[in-house]
């Protein structure tokens, strides 16, 4: 059974830092690339930031850049988001996702997402 779980979401003052973790089960792990993506209410899902399967490959959106982080342990199975210097603009749920493209065979997978609100 594939899984993927979110923790490490919270409440945090602007200007503070969160680190997010998803461990992965179920799949070849290392053989996907893993990304971070979130929604706010009201709003589209956006990608926040992705990294390749052999961790040698990382992006960021704009917005995200200088300030997150996302490494990954393939021993272990497990996709971190590090997110510093926090604002408002960052509340929302944030997702982990796996994802392989082989040819035409698509596999994508969801965590449940966890709660990230910046508020002082």
């Known amino acids: 059974q594939v899984q993927l779980v979110e923790s490490g979401g919270g409440l945090v003052q602007p200007g503070g830092s969160l680190r997010l973790s998803c461990v992965a089960s179920g799949f070849a792990f290392s053989m996907y690339a893993m990304n971070w993506y979130r929604q706010a209410p009201g709003k589209e899902r956006e990608l926040v930031a992705s990294?390749?399967?052999?961790?040698?490959?990382?992006n960021y959106g704009d917005s995200m850049k200088g300030r997150f982080n996302i490494p990954r342990d393939n021993a272990k199975k497990m996709v971190y988001l590090q997110m510093n210097s926090l604002q408002p603009k960052d509340t929302a749920v944030y997702y982990c996702?796996?994802?392989?493209?082989?040819?035409?065979?698509?596999?994508?997978?969801w965590g449940q997402g966890t709660q990230v609100t910046v508020s002082s």
């Open positions: 990294i390749s399967n052999t961790g040698g490959t990382t």
């Open positions: 996702n796996a994802k392989r493209v082989l040819f035409s065979l698509v596999n994508d997978y």
